[in-house]
């Protein structure tokens, strides 16, 4: 089983950036894609982006591409979420979550790939 933790979400003014991080512990599969998602309060939780296993592709929903960006370490078991130009839309609990059964360059976009997920980290962008 792998245990996942996000960190790095806070209260920041719109324009700011955030580096979010999350950190895979436990019994990591050998290869896996990981994804970022948020749930904003009273929404249903949306895809962010991903990075997959070879981290060498990313994908981003359309609302953050050009200011979020995806990297891992995978021998440290990390993966980060940059977020730059936040905006107040953009607030949300934000987790991270492993995709084992994704290939090479394949990105899912849909809750149900996913099998781990962190607990949340909450990000607050004021106007």
């Known amino acids: 089983q792998v245990h996942l933790v996000e960190s790095g979400g806070g209260l920041v003014q719109a324009g700011d950036s955030l580096r979010l991080s999350c950190a895979a512990s436990?019994?990591?599969?050998?290869?896996?894609?990981m994804g970022w998602f948020r749930q904003a309060t009273g929404k249903e939780r949306e895809f962010v982006g991903g990075i997959d296993w070879t981290g060498g592709t990313t994908s981003y929903v359309d609302s953050v591409k050009g200011r979020f960006s995806i990297s891992r370490d995978y021998s440290e078991h990390m993966v980060y979420l940059q977020m730059n130009s936040l905006k107040p839309e953009d607030t949300a609990v934000y987790y991270c979550a492993t995709d084992p059964q994704a290939p090479a360059r394949v990105i899912r976009t849909t809750t149900y790939a996913y099998r781990d997920w962190g607990q949340g980290t909450q990000v607050t962008v004021s106007s």
């Open positions: 436990g019994r990591p599969p050998e290869r896996y894609a």
